[in-house]
């Protein structure tokens, strides 16, 4: 059950944390921001920890040090206390708020110096938005998302995202927000004192990497220009130099990355992993897809293996995405370790929506089970062009079954 409020994450977490933090809200992007945040420390001698959400393929991997993430034996200790707590004082914190003191508990007991963090949803009524003096907050792309808990308007979403502003802390703004979004905010930030917005571009100096797509170009330029506000205002005996953006940059798991099924389906060519799961991050796949994949198709189709949280825009998201043609495998992801509440859509009604989205479609089949319909998809696209997407958690699924896999070969 979602239930946003500060008031239980307040009890839940002793106070004040002795390490400062870089806050990141968004639609999109943020997961990468703070990656890219993270790299550029990893060049500093400062102690970090990142936390984002949702995990990929364990409930711990969202929390790191230094870019490593943090083993189970520590997480489980860490969260054992929170837990306790929460059950003495009878706090009632929700699965999230329980993981957000987790990590923020471990942060403090590591000694780290600066904590990335991502909103998990939303921004002011967010369990993360705790964190009350951050060296600066951030801002990403906004888009129609959880408009349930946030508003149906990009104006009300950007309000509740720009909810993590605090005064005298810089803010860092996605230049390429939609205008209503860019208003609401600068209106925002108008209420809070002392509040001053930026809204980065990377130096000419910089070269960047060959093939990133533009988005991700604004989301360095976002994580390049926070992290540059955020290192004079640390409280450190020494000036600490803005690190060089590194020749190699981060790749991030579930979004554009390729990922063999060789040991599990027997298909050569690798599959392409994404969690677009709104039209904003459709848009962007899809750009990526037409660019890269669609020319190694004879006739230009895709093979796709979809799974979507419930509640989502199903139409937006499937007509960005699908080209007439095109195969659709729909299924649906599993239970989600740690968010009870989070459910995907039935296979059908995925299958049915896709149909009478696109039409033209060359051949739509429907299987709830994820293993067997990754397989049917293998074998429906052959070695063309296959993209996995819709849901982080399908990606998550996909990597843990391939995991699972190559133990087993291993062992054996």
């Given at each position: 059950m979602i239930e946003l409020g500060l008031n239980r994450i307040s009890l839940l977490l002793p106070r004040p944390l002795p390490w400062r933090a870089i806050h990141i809200a968004g639609t999109n992007g943020k997961g990468s921001i703070c990656s890219y945040i993270s790299s550029l420390l990893s060049n500093t001698p400062i102690r970090h920890g990142r936390f984002t959400s949702p995990h990929l393929i364990d409930r711990w991997d969202c929390i790191s040090i230094n870019n490593t993430p943090i083993p189970y034996t520590a997480f489980r200790e860490a969260e054992s206390r929170v837990l306790h707590r929460n059950e003495v004082e009878r706090i009632g914190a929700s699965e999230f708020e329980v993981l957000t003191a987790t990590a923020f508990e471990f942060f403090s007991g590591e000694g780290i110096e600066v904590g990335v963090v991502e909103v998990g949803m939303g921004g002011r009524l967010d369990a993360t938005n705790i964190l009350t003096n951050p060296l600066v907050t951030v801002i990403a792309k906004i888009g129609l998302d959880h408009q349930a808990f946030l508003g149906d308007t990009l104006n009300a979403i950007a309000i509740e995202k720009a909810g993590i502003m605090k005064p005298g802390v810089p803010c860092v703004v996605d230049p390429t927000n939609d205008p209503d979004a860019l208003s609401a905010i600068k209106e925002a930030a108008a209420k809070v004192e002392g509040v001053t917005l930026h809204y980065p571009t990377l130096p000419p100096k910089f070269t960047i990497p060959s093939g990133m797509p533009e988005h991700q170009v604004t989301n360095l330029a976002t994580a390049y220009i926070a992290l540059s506000l955020a290192l004079p205002r640390l409280d450190s005996p020494e000036p600490i130099s803005l690190p060089a953006i590194p020749a190699q940059l981060p790749t991030f798991p579930g979004r554009l990355s390729s990922q063999s099924l060789t040991t599990l389906t027997g298909r050569k060519a690798s599959v392409l992993l994404d969690g677009a799961h709104n039209p904003q991050s459709a848009a962007a796949l899809s750009s990526h897809?037409?660019?890269?994949?669609?020319?190694?198709?004879?006739?230009?189709?895709?093979?796709?293996?979809?799974?979507?949280?419930?509640?989502?825009?199903l139409p937006g998201l499937l007509s960005v995405l699908l080209q007439p043609g095109d195969r659709l495998v729909a299924t649906a992801f599993g239970p989600v370790d740690g968010m009870p509440w989070v459910q995907a859509t039935k296979a059908e009604e995925l299958a049915q929506i896709a149909e009478e989205t696109v039409r033209g479609l060359a051949e739509v089949r429907a299987m709830d089970e994820m293993r067997a319909a990754l397989e049917v998809a293998?074998?429906?696209?052959?070695?063309?062009?296959l993209v996995?997407?819709?849901?982080?958690?399908?990606?998550?699924?996909?990597?843990?079954?391939?995991?699972?896999?190559e133990g087993k070969r291993k062992e054996g």
């Open positions: 897809v037409s660019t890269h994949l669609r020319p190694l198709s004879p006739d230009g189709s895709v093979t796709w293996l979809l799974a979507v949280t419930q509640g989502k825009d293998c074998a429906v696209g052959r070695e063309g062009p996995t997407a819709g849901s982080l958690y399908l990606v998550g699924d996909v990597l843990r079954v391939m995991r699972d896999v």
